[in-house]
């Protein structure tokens, strides 16, 4: 099964046996303590997800809307560094730089990744860049599914 969401990744990663992370002894259990503790960060990130989820609408947002919540998803650790700078990095519409997008406009940044994602894919980008832009449309579309349901 592939986990596409960040929060599910986040959650799977932290909810390893304690002898895929750091074992305190060849023999000690987990304990009940980390146990609890992973589980709550799990549960705060899926609700900061959520939180997020509700005040973006990833497919008819502006370009400072987008730049808010990928700052946001960073600070609540749902996106690393790469992602947010991706995220705001606005391509160029035309070459004639008296045409730039209005701050106000509406874009489909969902529609958007995901097509600068099948791109990234078929045109010989680099592997990381495909990955992070397949990671940002992952985030994107869970974000919708959530604020959807």
Same mark, same amino acid.
């Given at each position: 099964?592939?986990? !596409? &969401?960040?929060?599910?990744?986040?959650?799977?990663?932290?909810?390893?046996?304690?002898?895929?992370? @750091?074992?305190?002894? %060849?023999?000690?259990?987990? &304990?009940?303590? $980390?146990?609890?503790?992973? &589980?709550?960060?799990?549960?705060?990130?899926?609700?900061?997800?959520?939180?997020? *989820? =509700?005040?973006? +609408?990833?497919?008819?947002?502006? @370009?400072?809307?987008?730049?808010?919540? *990928? =700052?946001?998803? @960073?600070?609540?650790?749902?996106? !690393?560094?790469?992602?947010?700078?991706?995220?705001?990095?606005?391509?160029? =519409?035309?070459? %004639?730089?008296?045409? =730039? /997008?209005?701050? !106000?406009?509406?874009?489909?940044?969902? $529609?958007?990744? !995901? /097509?600068?994602?099948?791109?990234?894919?078929? +045109?010989? &980008?680099?592997?990381?860049?495909?990955?992070?832009?397949?990671?940002?449309? %992952?985030?994107? /579309?869970?974000? %919708?599914?959530?604020?959807?349901?």
């Amino acid at each position: 099964m592939m986990i !596409n &969401s960040t929060s599910a990744m986040q959650y799977q990663a932290i909810q390893q046996p304690q002898s895929q992370q @750091r074992p305190v002894s %060849d023999h000690a259990p987990m &304990s009940f303590i $980390s146990q609890a503790t992973f &589980s709550n960060q799990a549960q705060q990130l899926y609700q900061q997800e959520q939180e997020i *989820a =509700k005040q973006y +609408d990833v497919t008819q947002m502006t @370009r400072p809307q987008m730049q808010d919540m *990928a =700052k946001q998803l @960073r600070s609540a650790g749902l996106i !690393n560094d790469r992602e947010q700078m991706l995220m705001t990095f606005e391509l160029p =519409k035309s070459l %004639d730089p008296s045409q =730039k /997008a209005s701050p !106000n406009e509406r874009h489909d940044f969902l $529609s958007e990744f !995901n /097509a600068r994602y099948e791109f990234a894919k078929h +045109d010989g &980008s680099d592997a990381l860049t495909t990955q992070v832009l397949g990671r940002i449309t %992952d985030t994107l /579309a869970q974000l %919708d599914q959530l604020r959807t349901s």
